[in-house]
Each structure stands twice: as C-alpha cells, then as structure tokens.
C-alpha cells in the first residue's frame, strides 16, 4: 500500500491561493490515480479533483473548475491541487487520495487516504 501525507493548508483571504501538496510513499506513486476530497464540518466526503496515471486526464467537481488545478509529480511521488479564488465555502478539511482503479470520483474508488490538512477561507 501507499501512505500518503498532505501539506499546504492553512488560513487565507477570500480570493486567495494555496498550493497543497501530497508526498506518497510505500510504493511508486506513478501507478496510482490521485484524487483531492474535501470534508466540511458535519457534511460528507466530497469530490474535488483526480488526475489519471499519466497525468494526461484531468477531472474536477464543477464547484471548483477553472479555480482549482490537479498536477502530479511522479519523480517527487507526489500530488498537487493548486487553489485558486478561494470562496469561504472552500473551507474544509483535504484528503489526497490513490485509487488502483480507473479515474472516478467515487471515495470508495480510493483505498489510501492521507490525514487530512485544514483549509480555511476568510471573507
């Protein structure tokens, strides 16, 4: 199994950016799909964004599409979501993800979660 850690979050402005990054280890990461979740407090799991084994298939929750961007670094074995205009309603708690299966918003496509890292958007 891969086990996955995120980095990146933390306290922004409205309109702001933040690059989370997500370091894999235990297994080359290059044979994963990568996904990005979120979890507000009280709500479900959430689709964000995953990004295929290539890197070449790109696929996004339309709340987010055209602010945030998934990226891979197979040589670094890790994951990014760039964010970008960030509204208060971004604010949760993000989850990378690694799937063996095929791109798919799905949570239960994925079978590695790293902890979590806090995103907070101020207005």
């Known amino acids: 199994q891969v086990q996955l850690v995120e980095s990146g979050g933390g306290l922004v402005q409205a309109g702001g950016s933040l690059r989370l990054s997500c370091a894999a280890s235990?297994?080359?990461?290059?044979?994963?799909?990568g996904g990005w979740f979120s979890q507000a407090p009280g709500k479900e799991r959430e689709f964000v964004a995953a990004v295929s084994r290539s890197g070449s298939f790109k696929y996004y929750a339309d709340s987010v599409k055209g602010r945030f961007a998934i990226s891979r670094d197979d040589a670094k074995n890790t994951l990014y979501l760039q964010m970008s205009s960030l509204k208060p309603e971004d604010t949760a708690v993000y989850y990378c993800a690694a799937s063996s299966g095929n791109v798919d918003g799905r949570p239960s496509n994925f079978h590695s979660w790293g902890q979590g890292t806090q995103v907070t958007v101020s207005s």
């Open positions: 235990g297994r080359t990461f290059s044979s994963y799909v």
